[in-house]
């Protein structure tokens, strides 16, 4: 499955052109054979609390995108504002399913409230673990989604440049001990939006700036590192 992160560059309050440019790189990205599409955090309408920047049933800020996986039948991953919540969330031209952000980070809470649930996403891709941002630095998030079932995991997020190098351990890190194949993809600011597979390989990164990488999800590659080496299966939460 090709997969692409899409490093946009998110204008705070700026929908109407996020979404223009939004649109304009995916169609470039399925031009170049993509069926995963992941989008940072937010990307719509950044970190903006403005009435206008706020979403509800039946969302129709993705509508857009609806239209997009009709028609080219792919998948597309993000992270959108709804009253308390900033939810991330899975499309397909079937449906769209919402996880919310466990962990607000800073100032985010006194705009958002914390998710109470984590599970991953069925989608005709496999089951899609999906994390927003601040949630990458809790092993427990990743590790939960994995041993619900997870195939991939999605982290969509907004994270600054001046800690670039935690991200990038991190991203690697969460692929490499759930043995799981990792899609990040970070705002065009922070940069390094990275793709990486079961065994911790990088397949691709972005340095900054706005830009499209690409990758591929090989599940059967994934149930071959687990196999060598059983770390999941050899678990002992009784101890833990």
């Known amino acids: 499955m090709r997969a692409a992160c899409i490093q946009l560059y998110v204008e705070p309050c700026g929908r109407e052109e996020n979404l223009r440019r939004a649109l304009e790189l995916a169609r470039s990205a399925i031009g170049r054979g993509a069926e995963i599409l992941v989008y940072p955090e937010l990307f719509l309408t950044g970190f903006c609390y403005a009435t206008e920047a706020d979403d509800a049933v039946p969302y129709p800020s993705l509508e857009p995108f609806r239209a997009l996986a009709r028609e080219h039948s792919c998948l597309i991953a993000g992270s959108i504002r709804s009253g308390r919540q900033n939810l991330g969330f899975c499309l397909d031209s079937e449906s769209l399913d919402l996880r919310p952000k466990i962990h607000p980070f800073g100032v985010e809470k006194e705009h958002f409230d914390g998710g109470d649930f984590i599970s991953p996403v069925a989608t005709p891709w496999g089951m899609a673990g999906l994390e927003v941002c601040y949630d990458l630095r809790f ?8 041993l619900k079932g997870a195939d991939f995991l999605i982290t969509v997020a907004q994270f600054p440049a001046s800690r670039i190098e935690q991200w990038r ?12 194949p990792h899609l990040a993809c970070n705002y065009s600011e922070g940069g390094t939006s990275i793709i990486v ?4 390989g990088v397949q691709a990164e972005a340095g900054p700036g706005e830009t499209v990488i690409f990758g591929e999800i090989d599940l059967e590659e994934r149930d071959a590192v687990r196999h060598s080496l059983p770390c999941l299966s050899d678990r002992r939460p009784e101890v833990y």
């Open 139 to 146: 092993p427990e998030v990743a590790r939960a989604l994995a």
């Open 169 to 180: 351990v991190l991203c690697i890190a969460r692929a490499i001990e759930n043995q799981i």
């Open 197 to 200: 597979d079961a065994g911790g």
